[in-house]
């Protein structure tokens, strides 16, 4: 934060940092993308200063014009930065500027006119039905201690099992554990929103399995699942296990711990599964966003046609 204290005058700070608070208090956004926001807006900043010759301000902002951003964005593709991460910092830049719009002190119409980089087409590659089951199963996790190798599996079965993300999944409590009636599971999702997935009886007991294997006691409000010493357990480490058992499974790159919520929605349209109740499972807040799943499935469809069918 002491280089934005550097980037910034006093009047454009303030707004700025009244901006976040507003984005995790009143909308409510995952701490991911508040992180990404700030930074994007550090970013911003930081180009500014150069561009205008000094720390910018309130009035620097309010007299942006669309030739500005896309000096921006311009900048930032000189960095080597990919249309993803440019589409995201302009969405941050966006919220910004309209944040301020509504305060009467700049106007988003420039930002708002500016068009988006072009986002490449990339479907999700999804792990075949073998594969997923075969990463999620204890006995094939290479951890030593029996109780890490436990958790392991049973993170990696509510990834694939319930289509959570990794983040839903280390942030459940044992609060948040189905009982023996309901067989649901309470998931936190982007933006605080809460959703009830069903929990299929391999991930009931994959959870099971840790608790009863795990050293430290449970305590209602803590995360679930724990680091080696006790604390939260954190992504990286599960992603860094998923790499080992890439490795030793001979799977591509592309086998993920994100791959596995990619292959819940793959095997349950593939299997019958409809849209609607895909988008409810996996939390998404637009239709449009589990339609990619469709394609999927069709690209393997032709796969298998390709390969199989004598005249093809």
Request: charged share 25%; with cysteine.
């Given at each position: 934060m002491q280089e934005f204290l550097i980037l910034a005058k006093p009047d454009l700070q303030n707004a700025r940092e009244a901006w976040l608070k507003s984005l995790g208090g009143e909308r409510r956004l995952s701490a991911l993308t508040l992180d990404a926001y700030e930074r994007d807006s550090r970013q911003?900043?930081?180009?500014?200063?150069?561009?205008c010759g000094?720390?910018?301000?309130?009035?620097?902002?309010?007299?942006?014009?669309?030739?500005?951003?896309?000096?921006?964005?311009?900048?930032?593709?000189?960095?080597?930065v990919g249309s993803r991460t440019l589409g995201r910092g302009l969405a941050g830049v966006r919220s910004f500027l309209r944040y301020l719009e509504r305060r009467g002190l700049a106007n988003a119409a420039g930002a708002a006119a500016l068009r988006a980089p072009k986002q490449p087409k990339s479907l999700p590659k999804p792990l075949t039905?073998?594969?997923?089951?075969?990463?999620?199963?204890?006995?094939?996790?290479?951890?030593?201690?029996?109780?890490?190798?436990?958790?392991?599996?049973?993170?990696?079965?509510?990834?694939?099992?319930?289509?959570?993300?990794?983040?839903?999944?280390?942030?459940?409590?044992?609060?948040?554990?189905?009982?023996?009636?309901?067989?649901?599971?309470?998931?936190t999702g982007k933006g605080g929103k809460?959703?009830?997935?069903?929990?299929?009886?391999?991930?009931?007991?994959?959870?099971?399995?840790?608790?009863?294997?795990?050293?430290?006691?449970?305590?209602?409000?803590?995360?679930?699942?724990?680091?080696a010493r006790g604390g939260p357990l954190a992504a990286a480490i599960i992603q860094r296990a998923m790499q080992r058992l890439r490795s030793g499974m001979g799977l591509p790159e592309t086998a993920t711990p994100h791959a596995l919520r990619?292959?819940?929605?793959?095997?349950?349209?593939?299997?019958?599964?409809?849209?609607?109740?895909?988008?409810?499972?996996?939390?998404?807040?637009?239709?449009?966003?589990?339609?990619?799943?469709?394609?999927?499935?069709?690209?393997?469809l032709l796969d298998i046609y390709e390969a199989a069918h004598p005249r093809a």
């Amino acid at each position: 934060m002491q280089e934005f204290l550097i980037l910034a005058k006093p009047d454009l700070q303030n707004a700025r940092e009244a901006w976040l608070k507003s984005l995790g208090g009143e909308r409510r956004l995952s701490a991911l993308t508040l992180d990404a926001y700030e930074r994007d807006s550090r970013q911003f900043l930081h180009f500014l200063t150069g561009h205008c010759g000094g720390p910018p301000g309130l009035g620097d902002v309010a007299a942006l014009r669309p030739a500005d951003l896309r000096a921006f964005l311009a900048a930032r593709r000189k960095e080597g930065v990919g249309s993803r991460t440019l589409g995201r910092g302009l969405a941050g830049v966006r919220s910004f500027l309209r944040y301020l719009e509504r305060r009467g002190l700049a106007n988003a119409a420039g930002a708002a006119a500016l068009r988006a980089p072009k986002q490449p087409k990339s479907l999700p590659k999804p792990l075949t039905a073998p594969d997923a089951r075969r990463v999620v199963e204890a006995q094939t996790q290479l951890a030593e201690e029996p109780w890490i190798a436990a958790r392991d599996a049973a993170v990696l079965t509510l990834l694939y099992g319930c289509g959570l993300r990794i983040s839903e999944a280390l942030g459940l409590t044992e609060g948040d554990l189905p009982d023996a009636r309901s067989g649901m599971l309470r998931v936190t999702g982007k933006g605080g929103k809460t959703r009830l997935v069903p929990v299929l009886p391999a991930a009931v007991r994959a959870l099971e399995s840790y608790r009863a294997l795990c050293p430290y006691p449970p305590e209602a409000e803590k995360p679930l699942f724990r680091g080696a010493r006790g604390g939260p357990l954190a992504a990286a480490i599960i992603q860094r296990a998923m790499q080992r058992l890439r490795s030793g499974m001979g799977l591509p790159e592309t086998a993920t711990p994100h791959a596995l919520r990619h292959s819940f929605a793959t095997h349950l349209l593939a299997a019958g599964g409809d849209l609607r109740t895909i988008q409810e499972l996996l939390g998404h807040a637009s239709l449009s966003t589990t339609q990619i799943y469709t394609a999927v499935d069709t690209t393997r469809l032709l796969d298998i046609y390709e390969a199989a069918h004598p005249r093809a």
